[in-house]
């Protein structure tokens, strides 16, 4: 069974740093791309970085870059978004996604999701 597990989400003061870990099960990262998503209260899902490590490619939203990197370690079949200069506006619940085929910044194209985290910027 395919499964997504996010984690390493809180509260943080602006400024400051977190490390997001989408743990896969049921699939290997060799195959697929992981595309992390971010939803704030009452605003629609939107693509904030995605990767297909048998590639080595690599997409970051515009107001995401330079301050958000993604990495994936294939061993412990792992994405990571070390997210660091956080700022209020990147409060929202943050999603990762798996798609065997589809690499990019569009939700609706991605089979499966993980249940979220919290991210909180907050002074």
């Known amino acids: 069974q395919l499964q997504l597990v996010e984690s390493g989400g809180g509260l943080v003061q602006p400024g400051g740093s977190l490390r997001l870990s989408c743990a896969a099960s049921g699939f290997s990262l060799d195959y697929h791309a992981i595309g992390w998503f971010r939803q704030a209260p009452g605003k629609e899902r939107e693509g904030v970085s995605c990767?297909?490590?048998?590639?080595?490619?690599?997409y970051y939203a515009d107001s995401v870059k330079g301050r958000f990197t993604i990495s994936s370690d294939n061993a412990k079949n792992t994405v990571y978004l070390q997210m660091n200069s956080l700022k209020p506006e990147d409060t929202a619940v943050y999603y990762c996604?798996?798609?065997?085929?589809?690499?990019?910044?569009?939700?609706?194209?991605?089979?499966?999701w993980g249940q979220g985290t919290q991210v909180t910027v907050s002074s």
């Open positions: 996604a798996a798609d065997r085929w589809y690499l990019g910044m569009e939700p609706q194209w991605y089979d499966y």
């Open positions: 990767i297909r490590s048998s590639e080595g490619s690599t």
